[in-house]
């Protein structure tokens, strides 16, 4: 393994066959949803403005949802939940391969981000995760913030839970790739794609980046590492 806190997904690992959340709009029955923003539009003020939240929410992330419905009608990928489509990639038949994934990836990536975001300060670091990484919170920051400004163009920078090696992990992954392809379950996920920002922070990335820790939802990032940690 190469150095821990900083590395890209350059291959596909193993699978994990662990159980992944259900993500609302992931129900193997219907077609896939939007779901809504757990918190009002303006929430996240002043560190992420309102009017980026609704455009991002009802445009970006609604528009890979339903091109997620599209790629999927009529494969063998219909009807199953988001979390196995993405687990199980190199199935996905070659020609809709691209589409299923840059889009199911945006609509995975995009429920977990609005999860992990709430109101300034309402929640701190946990001690499990500061455990789990086996350094302060700054350090964490740190790796995240590096590995996002790392990645050139459009992605995400990432803590994930490596269930192989029983440990979390810094990672950036380019577009929409998102972690489950890699066998790695995400536990925070930051959005560096210029749609997440630029209204407010124009081509600033560092100081989006400085300004995002403040809505980070600690306690449902806790969460997904319990549920990483059993996995
Ligand atoms: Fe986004």
Redesign the pocket.
């Known amino acids: 393994m190469n150095h821990p806190h900083r590395r890209n997904f350059l291959a596909t690992t193993g699978i994990a066959a662990a159980s992944m959340l259900t993500l609302p709009g992931s129900s193997p029955a219907a077609e896939f949803t939007l779901p809504p923003l757990p918190y009002p539009a303006d929430a996240l003020e002043p560190h992420i403005d309102a009017k980026t939240m609704e455009i ?1 929410h009802d445009k ?2 609604k528009t890979y949802v339903d091109n997620l419905n599209k790629a999927v009608a009529g494969t063998p990928m219909a009807g199953k939940p988001i979390e196995d489509i993405l687990k199980n990639a190199e199935s996905i038949p070659e020609d809709k391969r691209a589409a299923i994934v840059n889009n199911g990836g ?1 609509h995975y ?2 429920t977990m ?1 609005w999860q992990i975001m709430a109101k300034p300060g309402s929640s701190k670091i946990s001690e499990d995760l500061l455990k789990a990484w086996g350094s302060d919170g700054d350090s964490l920051k740190k790796a995240v913030k590096d590995a996002a400004l790392a990645r050139f163009g459009s992605g995400w920078s990432w803590v994930v839970w490596v269930p192989k090696e029983k440990k979390i992990s810094v990672a950036s992954t380019a577009n929409q790739d998102c972690p489950l392809m890699f066998g790695w379950f995400p536990i925070l996920g930051l ?1 560096v ?1 210029e ?2 920002y630029y209204l407010k922070y124009q081509n600033k990335r560092a100081d989006y980046i400085d300004a995002w820790w403040n809505v980070v939802n600690w306690d449902a990032v806790q969460s997904r590492l319990k549920i990483g940690m059993k996995m």
């Open positions: 991002h970006h992330h945006g990536n995009h981000f959005d794609w749609h997440a």
